[in-house]
């Protein structure tokens, strides 16, 4: 499966944005699929992660409450909806797929989208 990620920008504090990740090929809905992100000098981390199903998904403690996750497998498309934004939410982030039921471990994704800023001012 090939991922394409879009939607990043820059947004004050407080603000929103709703990152999108399209994939190719007709598998879209076999895959798990989550988000990350790698902000400068920090190694890329975990942010939400969502099961094949569509309904089940799960987060990183900090971004708990304030990001959700969405997929719609008839359009081959994954969402990540941003609220609260914080500066520390600054980084590139990157939509993944894995064939494991539910992981937030980065060796467990297989396919990677090529990444979309986020930058987040005070």
Not at 92 to 98: G, K, L, M, S
Request: net charge positive.
């Amino acid at each position: 499966v090939q991922l394409q990620a879009s939607g990043g920008g820059l947004v004050q504090a407080g603000g929103s944005l709703r990152l999108t990740c399209v994939a190719s090929g007709r598998t879209f809905s076999t895959y798990g699929m989550g988000w990350f992100r790698q902000a400068p000098g920090k190694e890329r981390e975990f942010v939400a992660g969502i099961l094949r199903n569509a309904v089940n998904t799960y987060y990183a403690n900090s971004v708990k409450g304030r990001f959700t996750i969405s997929r719609d497998n008839a359009k081959n498309t994954l969402y990540l909806e941003m609220n609260s934004l914080k500066p520390e939410d600054t980084a590139v982030y990157y939509c993944a797929a894995t064939r494991l039921f539910m992981t937030s471990q980065i060796n467990d994704y297989a396919y990677w989208g090529q990444g979309t800023q986020v930058t987040v001012s005070s």
